[in-house]
Protein backbone atom coordinates (compact mmCIF):
# COMPACT_ATOMS: atom_id res chain seq x y z
CA UNK A 1 0.00 0.00 0.00
CA UNK A 2 0.84 3.71 -0.78
CA UNK A 3 2.62 4.90 2.71
CA UNK A 4 -0.40 7.99 2.31
CA UNK A 5 0.22 11.06 5.11
CA UNK A 6 -1.54 12.95 3.67
CA UNK A 7 -5.11 11.89 1.98
CA UNK A 8 -8.29 12.58 1.32
CA UNK A 9 -10.78 10.24 0.08
CA UNK A 10 -13.92 12.66 0.41
CA UNK A 11 -12.06 14.77 -2.69
CA UNK A 12 -11.60 13.76 -6.54
CA UNK A 13 -7.93 15.61 -5.72
CA UNK A 14 -5.28 13.56 -3.20
CA UNK A 15 -1.58 14.59 -2.24
CA UNK A 16 0.54 11.84 -0.84
CA UNK A 17 4.09 12.12 -0.02
CA UNK A 18 6.33 9.72 -0.64
CA UNK A 19 8.81 8.52 1.72
CA UNK A 20 11.13 5.20 0.74
CA UNK A 21 14.29 4.07 1.76
CA UNK A 22 16.28 0.92 0.02
CA UNK A 23 14.92 -2.45 0.61
CA UNK A 24 11.37 -1.59 1.19
CA UNK A 25 8.28 -3.11 -0.17
CA UNK A 26 7.58 -1.64 -4.05
CA UNK A 27 4.98 1.37 -3.62
CA UNK A 28 1.49 1.02 -5.38
CA UNK A 29 -0.12 3.68 -6.92
CA UNK A 30 -3.12 2.00 -8.73
CA UNK A 31 -4.66 0.17 -5.84
CA UNK A 32 -8.61 0.36 -6.35
CA UNK A 33 -7.65 3.62 -8.31
CA UNK A 34 -7.07 2.12 -11.57
CA UNK A 35 -9.06 5.09 -13.68
CA UNK A 36 -6.83 8.05 -11.76
CA UNK A 37 -4.51 10.73 -12.81
CA UNK A 38 -1.15 10.57 -10.87
CA UNK A 39 1.40 13.78 -11.30
CA UNK A 40 5.15 12.10 -9.57
CA UNK A 41 7.59 14.61 -8.51
CA UNK A 42 10.73 13.31 -6.69
CA UNK A 43 12.20 15.87 -4.66
CA UNK A 44 15.15 14.11 -4.06
CA UNK A 45 16.82 10.62 -5.14
CA UNK A 46 15.92 8.12 -7.84
CA UNK A 47 13.62 4.76 -8.63
CA UNK A 48 11.40 3.48 -11.88
CA UNK A 49 7.71 3.52 -12.25
CA UNK A 50 6.60 -0.11 -13.09
CA UNK A 51 3.60 -0.47 -16.02
CA UNK A 52 2.41 -2.67 -18.02
CA UNK A 53 4.50 -2.28 -21.10
CA UNK A 54 7.76 -1.67 -18.91
CA UNK A 55 9.72 0.58 -16.82
CA UNK A 56 10.49 3.91 -16.52
CA UNK A 57 13.98 5.12 -14.83
CA UNK A 58 12.82 8.60 -12.57
CA UNK A 59 15.67 10.93 -11.09
CA UNK A 60 15.15 13.91 -8.87
CA UNK A 61 13.93 17.86 -10.51
CA UNK A 62 11.32 15.47 -12.97
CA UNK A 63 7.62 15.51 -13.16
CA UNK A 64 6.07 12.62 -14.49
CA UNK A 65 2.78 12.61 -15.94
CA UNK A 66 1.24 9.01 -15.69
CA UNK A 67 -2.67 8.30 -17.60
CA UNK A 68 -5.20 6.65 -15.86
CA UNK A 69 -4.26 2.67 -16.02
CA UNK A 70 -0.56 3.63 -16.72
CA UNK A 71 1.27 3.50 -13.23
CA UNK A 72 1.00 -0.27 -11.24
CA UNK A 73 4.33 0.48 -8.12
CA UNK A 74 6.99 3.05 -7.63
CA UNK A 75 10.14 0.56 -7.61
CA UNK A 76 13.76 0.62 -6.28
CA UNK A 77 12.50 4.22 -4.88
CA UNK A 78 15.10 5.74 -2.53
CA UNK A 79 13.50 8.99 -2.37
CA UNK A 80 11.66 12.03 -0.86
CA UNK A 81 8.78 13.04 -3.23
CA UNK A 82 4.84 13.93 -3.74
CA UNK A 83 2.53 12.51 -5.56
CA UNK A 84 -0.91 14.48 -6.79
CA UNK A 85 -3.66 12.03 -7.40
CA UNK A 86 -7.33 13.00 -9.33
CA UNK A 87 -9.65 11.21 -11.50
CA UNK A 88 -11.20 12.37 -14.61
CA UNK A 89 -14.09 13.19 -12.44
CA UNK A 90 -12.34 16.67 -11.41
CA UNK A 91 -13.12 18.11 -14.78
CA UNK A 92 -16.92 18.47 -13.34
CA UNK A 93 -15.42 20.77 -10.74
CA UNK A 94 -13.16 23.02 -12.38
CA UNK A 95 -13.57 25.13 -15.42
CA UNK A 96 -12.18 24.52 -19.00
CA UNK A 97 -9.07 26.45 -18.06
CA UNK A 98 -7.69 23.33 -16.25
CA UNK A 99 -8.77 21.15 -19.06
CA UNK A 100 -6.48 23.44 -21.66
CA UNK A 101 -3.57 23.41 -19.52
CA UNK A 102 -3.66 19.42 -19.97
CA UNK A 103 -4.71 19.11 -23.57
CA UNK A 104 -1.23 20.02 -25.45
CA UNK A 105 -0.31 16.31 -24.37
CA UNK A 106 0.71 16.37 -20.67
CA UNK A 107 -1.08 13.31 -19.62
CA UNK A 108 -0.59 10.67 -22.35
CA UNK A 109 -2.35 7.06 -22.83
CA UNK A 110 1.06 5.95 -25.37
CA UNK A 111 3.83 7.28 -22.90
CA UNK A 112 4.83 8.53 -19.68
CA UNK A 113 5.62 12.40 -20.64
CA UNK A 114 8.15 13.89 -18.25
CA UNK A 115 9.06 17.74 -17.37
CA UNK A 116 12.80 18.58 -16.75
CA UNK A 117 12.81 21.07 -13.91
CA UNK A 118 15.32 23.87 -14.41
CA UNK A 119 17.16 25.60 -11.73
CA UNK A 120 15.81 28.17 -11.49
CA UNK A 121 12.03 26.91 -11.45
CA UNK A 122 12.74 23.75 -9.03
CA UNK A 123 11.96 26.19 -5.84
CA UNK A 124 8.59 27.64 -7.18
CA UNK A 125 7.75 24.24 -8.08
CA UNK A 126 8.40 22.36 -4.69
CA UNK A 127 6.52 25.68 -3.13
CA UNK A 128 3.56 24.63 -4.32
CA UNK A 129 3.33 21.20 -3.81
CA UNK A 130 4.20 21.82 -0.22
CA UNK A 131 0.96 24.37 -0.27
CA UNK A 132 -1.04 21.63 -1.68
CA UNK A 133 0.35 19.00 1.40
CA UNK A 134 0.07 21.85 3.95
CA UNK A 135 -3.97 22.63 2.70
CA UNK A 136 -4.61 18.78 2.71
CA UNK A 137 -3.85 18.40 6.25
CA UNK A 138 -6.10 21.13 7.23
CA UNK A 139 -9.60 21.25 7.92
CA UNK A 140 -10.58 24.53 6.32
CA UNK A 141 -13.97 25.35 4.79
CA UNK A 142 -12.49 25.73 2.01
CA UNK A 143 -9.93 23.41 1.51
CA UNK A 144 -11.63 21.60 -1.89
CA UNK A 145 -11.04 25.04 -3.76
CA UNK A 146 -7.71 26.02 -2.29
CA UNK A 147 -6.58 22.64 -3.22
CA UNK A 148 -7.92 23.26 -7.21
CA UNK A 149 -6.69 26.20 -7.62
CA UNK A 150 -3.35 25.10 -6.66
CA UNK A 151 -3.63 22.34 -9.38
CA UNK A 152 -4.08 25.03 -11.71
CA UNK A 153 -1.02 27.02 -10.91
CA UNK A 154 1.21 24.32 -10.32
CA UNK A 155 -0.02 23.01 -14.15
CA UNK A 156 0.17 26.40 -15.58
CA UNK A 157 3.78 27.24 -13.91
CA UNK A 158 4.69 23.69 -15.51
CA UNK A 159 3.51 25.10 -19.10
CA UNK A 160 4.68 28.34 -18.67
CA UNK A 161 8.63 27.68 -17.97
CA UNK A 162 9.09 24.27 -19.13
CA UNK A 163 9.98 21.67 -22.58
CA UNK A 164 7.16 19.18 -22.70
CA UNK A 165 9.46 15.89 -23.43
CA UNK A 166 7.53 13.37 -25.44
CA UNK A 167 8.31 9.87 -27.20
CA UNK A 168 5.08 10.07 -29.46
CA UNK A 169 5.90 9.75 -33.29
CA UNK A 170 4.44 10.39 -36.49
CA UNK A 171 1.42 13.27 -37.65
CA UNK A 172 -0.45 15.08 -35.17
CA UNK A 173 -3.70 13.53 -36.93
CA UNK A 174 -1.93 10.13 -36.03
CA UNK A 175 -1.38 10.91 -32.53
CA UNK A 176 -4.92 11.77 -32.49
CA UNK A 177 -6.49 9.27 -33.64
CA UNK A 178 -4.23 6.31 -31.80
CA UNK A 179 -5.09 9.01 -28.64
CA UNK A 180 -8.74 8.38 -29.24
CA UNK A 181 -8.20 4.73 -29.71
CA UNK A 182 -5.98 3.84 -26.07
CA UNK A 183 -8.53 6.11 -24.46
CA UNK A 184 -11.56 4.18 -25.63
CA UNK A 185 -9.37 1.06 -24.65
CA UNK A 186 -9.30 1.99 -21.37
CA UNK A 187 -12.95 2.86 -21.07
CA UNK A 188 -14.35 -0.49 -22.85
CA UNK A 189 -11.74 -3.25 -22.85
CA UNK A 190 -14.01 -5.33 -20.68
CA UNK A 191 -16.90 -5.54 -23.61
CA UNK A 192 -13.99 -4.92 -26.47
CA UNK A 193 -11.07 -7.66 -27.32
CA UNK A 194 -10.97 -7.13 -30.86
CA UNK A 195 -9.16 -4.44 -33.12
CA UNK A 196 -12.28 -4.32 -35.28
CA UNK A 197 -14.64 -3.63 -32.38
CA UNK A 198 -12.73 -0.51 -32.05
CA UNK A 199 -12.39 -0.11 -35.70
CA UNK A 200 -15.72 -0.11 -36.20
CA UNK A 201 -16.42 2.70 -33.55
CA UNK A 202 -13.59 4.78 -35.13
CA UNK A 203 -15.17 4.50 -38.90
CA UNK A 204 -12.06 3.06 -39.70
CA UNK A 205 -10.99 -0.47 -40.96
CA UNK A 206 -8.87 -2.55 -38.90
CA UNK A 207 -6.06 -2.58 -41.30
CA UNK A 208 -5.97 1.05 -41.27
CA UNK A 209 -5.80 1.04 -37.26
CA UNK A 210 -3.61 -1.06 -36.63
CA UNK A 211 -0.83 0.52 -38.62
CA UNK A 212 -1.31 3.72 -37.67
CA UNK A 213 -1.07 2.48 -33.69
CA UNK A 214 2.04 0.65 -34.84
CA UNK A 215 3.54 4.10 -36.44
CA UNK A 216 3.04 6.07 -33.59
CA UNK A 217 3.42 3.24 -30.79
CA UNK A 218 5.65 0.73 -31.96
CA UNK A 219 3.08 -2.05 -31.51
CA UNK A 220 0.45 -3.37 -32.50
CA UNK A 221 -3.30 -2.46 -32.04
CA UNK A 222 -3.81 -5.56 -30.56
CA UNK A 223 -0.76 -5.69 -28.29
CA UNK A 224 -2.15 -2.70 -26.31
CA UNK A 225 -5.61 -4.34 -25.94
CA UNK A 226 -4.47 -7.69 -24.48
CA UNK A 227 -2.00 -5.52 -22.09
CA UNK A 228 -4.67 -3.84 -21.01
CA UNK A 229 -6.77 -6.61 -20.16
CA UNK A 230 -3.70 -8.36 -18.31
CA UNK A 231 -3.13 -5.09 -16.22
CA UNK A 232 -6.20 -5.31 -15.15
CA UNK A 233 -6.21 -9.10 -14.80
CA UNK A 234 -2.63 -8.56 -12.55
CA UNK A 235 -4.48 -5.84 -10.47
CA UNK A 236 -7.10 -8.54 -9.47
CA UNK A 237 -4.29 -10.83 -8.69
CA UNK A 238 -1.84 -8.78 -6.59
CA UNK A 239 -5.25 -7.98 -4.51
CA UNK A 240 -6.01 -11.37 -3.91
CA UNK A 241 -9.76 -10.90 -3.38
CA UNK A 242 -11.34 -13.12 -6.23
CA UNK A 243 -10.81 -16.63 -7.54
CA UNK A 244 -9.62 -17.23 -10.92
CA UNK A 245 -13.41 -17.51 -11.73
CA UNK A 246 -14.55 -14.31 -10.52
CA UNK A 247 -11.53 -12.39 -12.05
CA UNK A 248 -12.13 -13.81 -15.93
CA UNK A 249 -16.17 -12.92 -15.56
CA UNK A 250 -14.91 -9.94 -13.97
CA UNK A 251 -12.93 -8.74 -17.27
CA UNK A 252 -15.35 -10.53 -19.81
CA UNK A 253 -14.94 -14.13 -19.88
CA UNK A 254 -17.31 -16.35 -20.29
CA UNK A 255 -15.31 -19.26 -20.82
CA UNK A 256 -12.47 -19.62 -18.02
CA UNK A 257 -10.49 -22.19 -20.00
CA UNK A 258 -10.11 -19.42 -22.41
CA UNK A 259 -8.98 -16.50 -19.88
CA UNK A 260 -6.44 -19.34 -18.24
CA UNK A 261 -4.82 -19.97 -21.75
CA UNK A 262 -5.00 -15.71 -22.62
CA UNK A 263 -3.44 -14.68 -19.31
CA UNK A 264 -0.51 -17.78 -20.19
CA UNK A 265 0.66 -16.84 -23.41
CA UNK A 266 0.86 -12.49 -23.11
CA UNK A 267 2.81 -13.32 -19.13
CA UNK A 268 3.91 -17.14 -19.62
CA UNK A 269 2.94 -18.22 -16.09
CA UNK A 270 -0.87 -19.11 -15.30
CA UNK A 271 -2.84 -17.01 -13.33
CA UNK A 272 -2.67 -19.20 -9.93
CA UNK A 273 0.92 -18.92 -10.12
CA UNK A 274 1.36 -15.41 -10.61
CA UNK A 275 -1.39 -14.84 -7.69
CA UNK A 276 0.97 -17.28 -5.58
CA UNK A 277 4.28 -14.65 -6.00
CA UNK A 278 1.90 -11.55 -5.07
CA UNK A 279 0.95 -13.47 -1.60
CA UNK A 280 3.31 -16.84 -0.63
CA UNK A 281 1.71 -17.03 2.35
CA UNK A 282 -1.84 -17.70 0.96
CA UNK A 283 -3.80 -20.50 1.04
CA UNK A 284 -4.95 -20.51 -3.02
CA UNK A 285 -8.66 -20.91 -3.56
CA UNK A 286 -7.53 -21.82 -6.91
CA UNK A 287 -5.40 -24.77 -6.55
CA UNK A 288 -7.83 -27.40 -8.06
CA UNK A 289 -9.13 -25.70 -10.69
CA UNK A 290 -6.35 -24.55 -11.94
CA UNK A 291 -5.11 -27.96 -12.10
CA UNK A 292 -8.45 -28.68 -13.95
CA UNK A 293 -7.56 -26.01 -16.52
CA UNK A 294 -3.42 -27.39 -17.08
CA UNK A 295 -4.65 -29.52 -20.42
CA UNK A 296 -6.13 -26.07 -21.66
CA UNK A 297 -2.77 -23.98 -21.30
Given at each position: ??????????????????????????????????????????????????????????????????????????????????????????????????????????????????????????????????????????????????????????????????????????????????????????????????????????????????????????????HHIQQRIVHEAKQHA????????????????????HFSKFFKNITGMNFT?????????????????????????
Amino acid sequence: MLPVNDTMNTLFLDVHQLMKNPGDMPVSLSDGRSNHFFIVYLHEGHGKIEHSNGGVEIKARTVYFLYPGQITYLNDLCARGTAIEFSSGIFNRLNAELYILMTPGMFSPMAINQLTITDDSYQEIEHLLMLMQVECLGISTFRREVLEALLKVFLANLTKKIQLITEASGSSADVDLVTRFLGMIHSNFVTMKKVSDYANKLCISPNYLSTKVRIVTGHSARHHIQQRIVHEAKQHAEKGTKTLKEVAYTLGFEDLSHFSKFFKNITGMNFTDFRNRQWPCSTDKDADLSKSLKAFV
